[in-house]
């Protein structure tokens, strides 16, 4: 019986220890110049089935991305659930 209690009490910890996976979009804002004048835009990214650190990591390459576009200035992305 003590076996049990203590494959039970693992089998919880194992499930606290990992994040749940799920949907989040990445929201970026930035100035787009062209040759006459400047204007805001806006992209949304769907993230799905990730946990928070994956979905963070992955919204921060959408904002390298991004901002390495010469015509794209003052670059930035919000994770958002």
Request: net charge negative; charged share 25%.
């Amino acid at each position: 019986m003590k076996k049990n209690y203590l494959l039970l009490g693992l089998a919880i910890t194992f499930g606290l220890m990992t994040s749940c996976k799920r949907d989040f979009s990445c929201s970026c804002h930035y100035d787009e110049a062209h040759e006459d004048h400047t204007h805001e835009e806006t992209a949304t990214y769907p993230i799905s089935d990730v946990n928070k650190k994956k979905a963070e990591e992955l919204c921060e390459g959408h904002e390298t991305t991004l901002a390495a576009n010469p015509e794209h200035s003052h670059v930035h992305c919000n994770l958002k659930k």
